[in-house]
């Protein structure tokens, strides 16, 4: 199989065949023009790591400890909402896999299975990311339950003060309620398997929070226009690891350092929120420089190979998550997609540590070619270019 799927492309080929495509463009859209959610993964590219060739060579080991636990990996999935509707059954195989390769897996507060199922999957090891409801009561049971599923890790997420503008999900009339046009009909009948499959496991519901629509008049209300005081009300009532994800500044860091979070995820969402901000792993670097140490720093948004792994850990990033990458290796391969793609981005991620002779995942930050020396070299190359264009005879 990793022959025949080696990359993420190919998985994304496979992925659109399979899925309708109003689906599709909903999992790999971002927002406005798609620039953040290009930038992050071009901006990725400019990273480059300096290889050592002639020197003891030994295995990477690829094993990463966050907050108490030692992983298998150095990256999880991220959470998604509304993953059923991309593939059926999505959530339960990827938190399968999770535990099977030791990765953690965040559930959503909007995807399509429960809390109690996802967490009976993973052992209790998945973390759980919340929204944040408008009535505080309303949060409170919610965190009753994810305690009591014994999740680890509650991750608050603050970069959804608005509703994205997305024009493709827009167009494809994806909003609440689902509205099914003529056009997206026609796109379920043509994909086969999907439909039988989403006619076997039932229409995608938001399983988590099914129980209280009744009383929401079926409408999802969150507040996520996120306070101070609102993530200290939630670090008051949270006693495990609080985790902010979301964060694209330094004063934002400030701020969850300062609420007493245990860590901050560096993330814009997958550029599906704002299309004018920097890509996520831009703004890693100097949140890196001036708070690591004084909060566990994770990052995600862009990445889509071992190689972006392992660009992100050496740009400072303590750990890595990606969100799509799961989904499209699900949606192209069903049950056995997570298992695949966890395997590829091992290898990737194996191939390039042992090819730069970095043994370890702390050990990557040595082998980044400094940004100083980047701009130097290429000021340098400026300097000379405008010499020689000055000194050319005339
Ligand atoms: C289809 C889709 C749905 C998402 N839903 C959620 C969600 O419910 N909660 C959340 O915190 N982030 C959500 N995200 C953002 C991801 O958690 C993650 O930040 C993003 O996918 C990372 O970028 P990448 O896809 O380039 O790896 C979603 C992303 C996608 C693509």
Redesign the pocket.
């Known amino acids: 199989m990793v022959y025949k799927y080696p990359s993420v492309d190919d998985l994304i080929k496979k992925a659109k065949s399979r899925i309708p495509n109003f689906v599709f463009e ?2 790999s859209g971002g927002c406005n023009e798609n620039i953040a ?1 290009t930038r ?2 071009t901006d990725l590219w400019d990273v480059e790591l300096r290889p050592y060739y002639i020197t003891d060579h030994k295995e990477a080991v690829l094993k990463t400890e966050l907050f108490g636990h030692i992983y298998d990996l150095p990256f999880g999935i ?5 993953q059923g509707l ?1 593939w059926p059954n999505s959530p339960e195989i990827l938190a399968k896999a999770s535990l099977k390769h030791n990765i953690p897996f ?1 559930i ?4 399509t299975s429960t809390i109690e199922r996802l967490s009976e999957l993973t052992e209790g090891r998945a973390w759980f ?1 919340l ?1 944040h409801p408008n009535e505080n009561d309303l949060r409170d049971k919610i965190l009753k339950r994810v305690e009591d599923a014994g999740c680890p890790v509650l ?1 608050l ?1 603050c970069d959804m003060p608005t509703l994205a503008y997305r024009p493709c999900d827009m167009r494809n009339g994806l909003g609440l309620p689902l509205k099914m046009s003529l056009k997206n009909i026609i796109q379920i009948l043509s994909r086969p398997e999907w439909l039988i499959k989403t006619l076997k496991y039932g229409q995608p519901k938001f399983a988590i929070m099914e129980p209280y629509l009744k009383s929401l008049n079926n409408q999802l209300n969150f507040d996520n226009k996120l306070t101070e005081q609102k993530i200290a009300a939630i670090r008051d009532r949270w006693k495990g690891k609080l985790v902010i ?2 964060i694209a500044s330094e004063e934002d860091t400030e701020a969850a350092i300062r609420l007493g979070a245990d860590g901050i ?1 560096v ?1 814009n ?4 929120q704002l299309d004018v901000g920097p890509s996520s792993i831009k703004t890693l670097g100097p949140i890196v420089e001036n708070y690591q140490n004084k909060i566990k720093i994770i990052m ?5 190979s071992g190689p972006d792994i392992a660009r992100s850990l050496a740009t400072g990033a303590e750990f890595t ?5 799961f ?1 499209y290796a699900v949606a192209a391969l069903g049950d056995e997609g997570a298992d695949h793609i966890i395997e590829c981005l091992k290898m990737q991620l194996k191939q390039v540590m042992e090819q730069i002779s970095c043994t370890s995942v702390c050990d990557l930050k040595n082998h980044l070619m400094p940004p100083v020396y980047q701009s130097r070299q290429n000021s340098n190359d400026e300097q000379a270019h405008s010499e020689m264009v000055y000194n050319m005879p005339a």
């Open positions: 909903y999992l959610l992050n993964t991220s959470p998604v909402g509304l991309m965040v959503s507060t909007l995807t990311q929204y991750v997420i994800k979301g995820i993330s969402h997958g550029g599906r995600d948004s862009g990445l889509r998550f990606m969100g799509r990458v989904m």
